[in-house]
């Protein structure tokens, strides 16, 4: 499996960008592929965290058992039914169990809200193909981690409450230099977020909007030990705000 030209242009960036928190893993290809996610699906069952079964594993082949919907689709279910209340909840939920991964000495790599799932009301991880670790130290590995989910949690939610609520259940479980290292790394990247808002006013796909609204909400917090009143839970509509548009309420629910 070849390197994707993101691949190439994610790791030329990351050599600018503080702590390389971003810097890809070496790729790994074929049967070394296949034996690195078997190998971290093993760590995280032995640790306790809800992985999905192992049926089948060959050279090149790994074949999972069924583990329902995964929380993206769960989330999906939430917005469609107006049950705001459950799909933020499900948000926080996931910010916890992250922080569970986290205070056991694990990272997931890649957080993504696909890449979960909920059996018999427990979060469990699963799509363990990027290991941050090869690449990196495992604090900031962890770090790495929170700015991926609190991008999602930020851009997601539909109460103002919810980051914050998130942030709070991940960051009283996490290893004590996680914050740190996230503040570091974040405080680096003040040139690069003020970059993104700029070309967010002209073209914004969903990867820039998580990016934004993750980064301004944890720079907040970190900064100020509160989130401001006027934070924007939905980075879309502060860009419409400023564009002048009109779209309000164009807000991912749960």
């Not at 979960?116 to 130290?137: K, T, Y």
């Not at 495992?138 to 930020?154: I, S």
């Not at 900064?223 to 991912?252: L, R």
Request: net charge positive; with cysteine; hydrophobic share 45%.
């Amino acid at each position: 499996r070849r390197r994707k030209p993101g691949h190439h242009l994610q790791a030329l960036m990351s050599l600018g960008l503080p702590g390389s928190i971003y810097r890809p893993a070496p790729a790994e290809v074929g049967d070394a592929a296949s034996r690195g996610e078997a190998r971290r699906l093993r760590q995280f069952q032995a640790k306790g965290i809800d992985v999905p079964e192992l049926l089948f594993e060959g050279p090149g082949v790994l074949i999972l058992g069924d583990c329902g919907l995964t929380i993206e689709a769960r989330l999906r279910l939430f917005r469609d039914a107006g049950q705001m209340a459950a799909h933020d909840d499900l948000l926080v939920a996931m910010a916890r169990s992250l922080a569970a991964v986290h205070a056991l000495g694990l990272v997931h790599g890649r957080p993504h809200p696909r890449d979960m799932f909920v059996r018999e009301g427990r979060i469990g991880f699963m799509d363990f193909e990027q290991d941050p670790l090869r690449a990196m130290s495992l604090v900031r590995a962890q770090a790495r981690d929170a700015l991926f989910l609190f991008g999602f949690v930020c851009d997601m939610a539909v109460s103002p409450e919810t980051p914050m609520r998130a942030w709070e259940a991940w960051s009283a479980h996490v290893p004590a230099a996680v914050p740190g290292q996230l503040a570091a790394t974040l405080k680096g990247m003040k040139a690069l977020v003020l970059a993104g808002r700029l070309v967010s006013r002209i073209r914004q796909g969903s990867d820039l909007r998580r990016f934004l609204a993750g980064t301004g909400f944890l720079c907040s917090v970190l900064e100020k030990s509160k989130m401001p009143e006027n934070y924007p839970v939905n980075m879309q509509a502060q860009v419409a705000q400023t564009a002048g548009e009109t779209n309000g309420n164009d807000h991912h629910a749960r």
